[in-house]
T-cell receptor, first 111, second 114 residues
Framework: NAGVTQTPKFRILKIGQSMTLQCTQD?????MYWYRQDPGMGLKLIYY???????DKGEVPNGYNVSRSTTEDFPLRLELAAPSQTSVYFC??????????FGQGTRLTVV | GNSVTQMEGPVTLSEEAFLTINCTYT??????LFWYVQYPGEGLQLLLK?????DKGSNKGFEATYRKETTSFHLEKGSVQVSDSAVYFC?????????????FGGGTRVLVKP
């Protein structure tokens, strides 16, 4: 049972570089989400998707982009990385009962 | 909008002590309520849930009751273990909102000492 898989687990970026955080789920959930968790803080919603081809902004979308070409995959793109994007990023999918399944997270440092 | 407020940590306890983490919420409609747990270096895992008023969710010795009259969903455990050291998040799911989004509280770190 893979659940939600995120890659990479760790990454160091230089200011201005770009990268894509990968997220895939094998539970056929329509709803998928990207959160960031800053040190000692709760989770903030970046983007979410209610199904293939449909995405929408969350609380903190600036500096990020997403796409949802398939039900399984929901990659998060960082363009022009900034130190303020240093965080732990979590991808999650939600079943029809509202229960969330999280990936292991990607720890990103921008230097 | 929806919001979840939970007590700030850290909460430090001795093994076998009683644990309570307070959680209150603001929501329109009738949300489902959840507790998630995050162990060091890991993602969040669902601990328990309740979908309607007066429901009690329970798992691994933890319990929480959905109290609509006080808009609360406090987490309790009668006898904690060192392995319960983690960050606990209260959350609500608004079925009427687009995307069935979860709203999280700020998290409460719990440290259980032997």
């Amino acid at each position: 049972n893979a659940g939600v898989t995120q890659t990479p687990k760790f990454r160091i970026l230089k200011i201005g570089q770009s990268m894509t955080l990968q997220c895939t789920q094998d539970m056929n959930h329509n709803y998928m989400y990207w959160y960031r968790q800053d040190p000692g803080m709760g989770l903030k919603l970046i983007y979410y998707s209610v199904g293939a081809g449909i995405t929408d902004k969350g609380e903190v979308p600036n500096g990020y982009n997403v796409s949802r070409s398939t039900t399984e995959d929901f990659p998060l793109r960082l363009e022009l990385a900034a130190p303020s994007q240093t965080s732990v990023y979590f991808c999650a999918s939600i079943n029809p009962q509202g229960e969330a399944f999280f990936g292991q997270g990607t720890r990103l440092t921008v230097v | 909008g929806n919001s979840v407020t939970q007590m700030e940590g850290p909460v430090t306890l001795s093994e076998e002590a009683f644990l309570t983490i307070n959680c209150t919420y603001t929501a329109t409609g009738y949300p489902s309520l959840f507790w998630y747990v995050q162990y060091p270096g890991e993602g969040l895992q669902l601990l328990l849930k309740a979908t309607k008023a007066d429901d009690k969710g329970s798992n691994k010795g933890f319990e929480a009751t959905y109290r609509k009259e006080t808009t609360s969903f406090h987490l309790e455990k009668g006898s904690v273990q060192v392995s319960d050291s983690a960050v606990y998040f209260c959350a609500l799911s608004d079925h009427e909102a687009a995307g069935n989004k979860l709203t999280f509280g700020g998290g409460t770190r719990v440290l259980v000492k032997p």
